[in-house]
T-cell receptor, first 113, second 114 residues
């Protein structure tokens, strides 16, 4: 199975709160897990990515947590800001060769004041 | 640095008319190229994937076709548009192999079929 399941579909978080988006995968051969951020009317842009040799990666307010045994990974946005309001996509692929990224279905995040 | 250009940015076309969306990548050689479609409020649907000139895989049966006449040029076409072809079309590229297959997207083209 090549699916990546993403939840929730939409999320509303108060400014300053923590936004958490979850993804689960089935293919144990996946070894590259990026997150993309998409603003309305724009193409998605790479936000942060992780490989399964680490359980966590942090870049500024954005953190990926990775649980290899559970085949799950999540994006945490600390101190969420209105500028973080966007659609977020998780993805997974096998990094060797020409394997395509498999995307989740996206989460529309809204940060309210 | 690498850049990706996609045009036109917006397009309103009548049903039954032809379509041509163009995409070029600069600053890299032998990229993998992709066309995605995103319906309003929906996820990313991979339409076509190319690993080289004249090497194009179609991911879903549809009313569209793709061509790659040059290494860094990717074209999405249709002979006769359907209402269901409306959506946000994204061209993207990635390094050929071995670096995690990060995909870099263009700015997208909004297509409205009326």
């Amino acid at each position: 199975q090549q699916q990546v399941k993403q939840s929730p579909q939409s999320l509303i978080v108060q400014k300053g709160g923590i936004s958490i988006i979850n993804c689960a995968y089935e293919n144990t051969a996946f070894d590259y897990f990026p997150w993309y951020q998409q603003f309305p009317g724009k193409g998605p842009a790479l936000l942060i990515a992780i490989r399964p040799d680490v359980s966590e990666k942090k870049e500024g307010r954005f953190t990926i947590s990775f649980n290899k045994s559970a085949k799950q990974f999540s994006l945490h946005i600390m101190d969420s800001q209105p500028g973080d309001s966007a659609t977020y996509f998780c993805a997974a692929s096998i990094s060797v060769g020409n394997e395509k990224l498999t995307f989740g279905t996206g989460t529309r995040l809204t940060i309210i004041p | 640095s690498q850049t990706i250009h996609q045009w036109p940015a917006t397009l309103v076309q009548p049903v039954g008319s032809p379509l041509s969306l163009e995409c070029t990548v600069e600053g890299t050689s032998n990229p993998n190229l992709y066309w995605y479609r995103q319906a309003a409020g929906r996820g990313l649907q991979l339409l076509f994937y190319s690993i080289g000139i004249d090497q194009i895989s179609s991911e879903v049966p549809q009313n569209l076709s793709a061509s790659r006449p040059q290494d860094r040029q990717f074209i999405l076409s249709s002979k006769k548009l359907l209402l269901s072809d409306s959506g946000f079309y994204l061209c993207a590229w990635s390094v050929r192999a071995g670096t995690g297959n990060t995909i870099y997207f263009g700015e997208g083209s909004w297509l409205t079929v009326v």
